[in-house]
Nanobody
Framework: QVRLVESGGGLVQASDSLRLSCVVSGGTSSTYRMGWFRQAPGKEREFVAAINRGGTYSFYGFSVKGRFTISRDNSKNTMYLQMDSLRPEDTAVYYC???????????????WGQGTQVTVSS
């Protein structure tokens, strides 16, 4: 399994923006489909967004579609999540995930980062 390290979380106000990063080590990022998930206190983990190996296709969870943008730069072994128009309900720990098969968007991930906290105040 590869190692995934997230960064970029923090405390922001509603309507602000943040960009999260996920750096892949111990492997080549272009061989993995990658995604972002989040988990708020007392809630189940929720799918946020995913991107295919080449960065040409992406898929979003309903609650973030139109506000968040996932991207990747395989030359830097890094994936990003640009989060705009943040809302208090976006407050959660955000996790980066990866899997080797390039099919399916929301399940099957077997490598996970430690997470980065995003807090949105109203």
């Amino acid at each position: 399994q590869v190692r995934l390290v997230e960064s970029g979380g923090g405390l922001v106000q509603a309507s602000d923006s943040l960009r999260l990063s996920c750096v892949v080590s111990g492997g080549t990022s272009s061989t993995y489909r990658m995604g972002w998930f989040r988990q708020a206190p007392g809630k189940e983990r929720e799918f946020v967004a995913a991107i295919n190996r080449g960065g040409t296709y992406s898929f979003y969870g309903f609650s973030v579609k139109g506000r968040f943008t996932i991207s990747r730069d395989n030359s830097k072994n890094t994936m990003y999540l640009q989060m705009d128009s943040l809302r208090p309900e976006d407050t959660a720990v955000y996790y980066c995930a990866a899997k080797e098969d390039d099919i399916g968007w929301t399940t099957g991930y077997d490598s996970w980062g430690q997470g980065t906290q995003v807090t949105v105040s109203s």
